[in-house]
């Protein structure tokens, strides 16, 4: 833009201004990540407005929606600015996430080192970015279109495709097992959240997956604990009762969705 826009001056109001915004600074690309990040996902209060349209099939009208979506995400901007002063001024309060956003930003536009350094092939380090970049975007299309099955890779579950205490405890479908050795060829499930962590954070977080999934759930699969083998899959969030049956949550509620206590009663919810 800075070298196709015209950089003719403009006054108006006593305010003089260019059409031409210049080289692109870093001010402009943290703007703009900060923008894309806050659209990549969908507010909390939406997940509330799916489940009661889609479970409870009660629609809020699209005012109410709006206004419970703001609220909720003024609440959290709120907060966050109230308390900058002890979770974002000190520098003992690092944010792993932002930090790798940081280092990004600062090696494009205030080193050259990350334009002129070559590597392999005499590559900079940028052109490397830019061609990594587009294989990750390219490579996408593979899992999620034309191979879904590259999502979830329960490759183990090929030995005893049948067996089913083997699938729950091996295949790595959603609301199916515990996916113990399964693969991932896509890089949205592998997610990366803990590769910028410190070591020992990494350690702890892999440490608690191997002794939760790996060692304590297949316990309590095989040996029957607590009954879980009578809620036929071996991870799931729907909610059941006693005896394996799934659980309908408009019998505890009122027609203006509102709990019912008289009807929670352990007689009451005798299936």
Same mark, same amino acid.
């Given at each position: 833009?800075?070298?196709?826009?015209?950089?003719?001056?403009?006054?108006?109001?006593?305010?003089?201004?260019?059409?031409?915004?210049?080289?692109?600074?870093?001010?402009?690309?943290?703007?703009?990540?900060?923008?894309?990040?806050?659209?990549?996902?969908?507010?909390?209060?939406?997940? *509330?407005?799916?489940?009661?349209?889609?479970?409870?099939?009660?629609?809020?009208?699209?005012?109410?929606?709006?206004?419970?979506?703001?609220?909720?995400?003024?609440?959290?901007?709120?907060?966050?600015?109230?308390?900058?002063?002890?979770?974002?001024?000190?520098?003992?309060?690092?944010?792993?996430? *932002?930090?790798?956003?940081?280092?990004?930003?600062?090696?494009?536009?205030?080193?050259?080192?990350?334009?002129?350094?070559?590597?392999?092939?005499?590559?900079?380090?940028?052109?490397?970015?830019?061609?990594?970049?587009?294989?990750?975007?390219?490579?996408?299309?593979?899992?999620?279109?034309?191979?879904?099955?590259?999502?979830?890779?329960?490759?183990?579950?090929?030995?005893?495709?049948?067996?089913?205490?083997?699938?729950?405890?091996?295949?790595?479908?959603?609301?199916?097992?515990?996916?113990?050795?399964?693969?991932?060829?896509?890089?949205?499930?592998?997610?990366?959240?803990?590769?910028?962590?410190?070591?020992?954070?990494?350690?702890?977080?892999?440490?608690?997956?191997?002794?939760?999934?790996?060692?304590?759930?297949?316990?309590?699969?095989?040996?029957?604990?607590?009954?879980?083998?009578?809620?036929?899959?071996?991870?799931?969030?729907?909610?059941?009762?006693?005896?394996?049956?799934?659980?309908?949550?408009?019998?505890?509620?009122?027609?203006?969705?509102?709990?019912?206590?008289?009807?929670?009663?352990?007689?009451?919810?005798?299936?």
């Amino acid at each position: 833009m800075a070298r196709t826009l015209p950089t003719t001056k403009w006054t108006i109001g006593g305010h003089t201004f260019s059409l031409n915004p210049g080289p692109f600074n870093i001010k402009e690309h943290t703007l703009i990540g900060v923008g894309v990040s806050a659209a990549a996902g969908p507010a909390y209060a939406m997940y *509330t407005l799916s489940v009661m349209d889609l479970m409870l099939k009660h629609r809020i009208d699209a005012l109410g929606s709006m206004i419970l979506i703001v609220t909720t995400q003024c609440l959290g901007y709120g907060m966050a600015g109230t308390l900058r002063k002890y979770l974002v001024y000190p520098a003992e309060m690092v944010w792993w996430p *932002t930090l790798v956003q940081v280092v990004f930003y600062n090696a494009m536009h205030n080193t050259d080192e990350f334009k002129n350094r070559k590597m392999i092939r005499g590559w900079s380090y940028m052109k490397y970015f830019w061609v990594f970049c587009g294989g990750m975007f390219l490579y996408q299309f593979i899992p999620h279109f034309f191979a879904p099955m590259l999502i979830y890779f329960g490759w183990i579950c090929w030995f005893k495709p049948f067996d089913y205490n083997f699938w729950a405890l091996f295949s790595s479908m959603a609301r199916g097992g515990a996916g113990i050795l399964s693969l991932t060829f896509d890089w949205s499930q592998i997610g990366g959240n803990n590769m910028w962590m410190p070591l020992s954070t990494q350690l702890l977080s892999y440490g608690g997956i191997i002794l939760s999934y790996w060692i304590i759930f297949p316990i309590i699969w095989l040996n029957n604990i607590f009954d879980a083998k009578i809620f036929g899959r071996a991870l799931t969030p729907s909610l059941y009762h006693m005896n394996g049956t799934a659980f309908n949550i408009t019998t505890v509620l009122d027609k203006d969705f509102t709990l019912n206590e008289e009807s929670t009663t352990p007689a009451a919810q005798s299936p």
